[in-house]
T-cell receptor, first 113, second 117 residues
């Protein structure tokens, strides 16, 4: 079945540091890939997505590129802020039908001033 | 969160009581998904419903849990005879019928936090 493997946390960085959170997946066919963010005590918000190979999703300074050859969708940001502290979830969804999202375990990110 | 409404946001129940969680999907969305997030853990899929039909309940515990999405009204996740281990955040999500124009994003609600005491 489909699965998502995420870099284990927690991750602690200083403000303005470069961020990478690794995500790899296993799926049949060519799924769509997503990053969701969860701020403390809140629900999930879609951060960015990519629907086919070599697509780059971007939002709020975050980027991720759909790499079919390495089955990866790593999240990056060039300069993190304290307000980026949250839990980040990588997820995939089949491009056929209305299948559910399959999530990784989440990576807790803490940015210190 | 694109309009998925969940209530209550916070619910406290004593062991043995029933918990009912409601979810109104984005207007026009015909597909609803329920996920559970245990403390300090990721999201686990529970059930996927269309109007009046359960499509995939592979993540639902075999006992005490049930879900419905009636023709009219919100989707309901029902937990009977709650136990402490049911304490978690329950997230509802919705999506439209997938077609060329609708995209493939699933939108989440703010969640319902259940505490069993």
């Amino acid at each position: 079945g489909d699965s998502v493997t995420q870099m284990e946390g927690p991750v602690t960085l200083s403000e303005e540091a470069f961020l990478t959170i690794n995500c790899t997946y296993t799926a049949t066919g060519y799924p769509s890939l997503f990053w969701y963010v969860q701020y403390p005590g809140e629900g999930l918000q879609l951060l960015l997505k990519a629907t086919k190979a070599d697509d780059k999703g971007s939002n709020k300074g975050f980027e991720a590129t759909y790499r079919k050859e390495t089955t990866s969708f790593h999240l990056e940001k060039g300069s993190v802020q304290v307000s980026d502290s949250a839990v980040y979830f990588c997820a995939l969804r089949s491009n056929f039908g209305n299948e559910k999202l399959t999530f990784g375990t989440g990576t807790r990110l803490t940015i210190i001033p | 969160n694109a309009g998925v409404m969940q209530n209550p946001r916070h619910l406290v129940r004593r062991r043995g009581q029933e918990a009912r969680l409601r979810c109104s999907p984005v207007k026009g969305h015909s597909h609803v998904y329920w996920y559970r997030q245990l403390p300090e853990e990721g999201l686990k899929f529970m059930v996927y419903l269309q109007k009046e039909n359960i499509i995939d309940e592979s993540g639902m515990p075999k006992e005490r849990f049930s879900a419905e999405f009636p023709k009219e009204g919100p989707s309901i996740l029902r937990i009977q005879q709650v136990v402490r281990g049911d304490s978690a955040a329950y997230f509802c999500a919705s999506s439209p019928l997938r077609d060329r124009n609708s995209g493939n994003t699933i939108y989440f609600g703010e969640g319902s936090w259940l505490t069993v005491v």
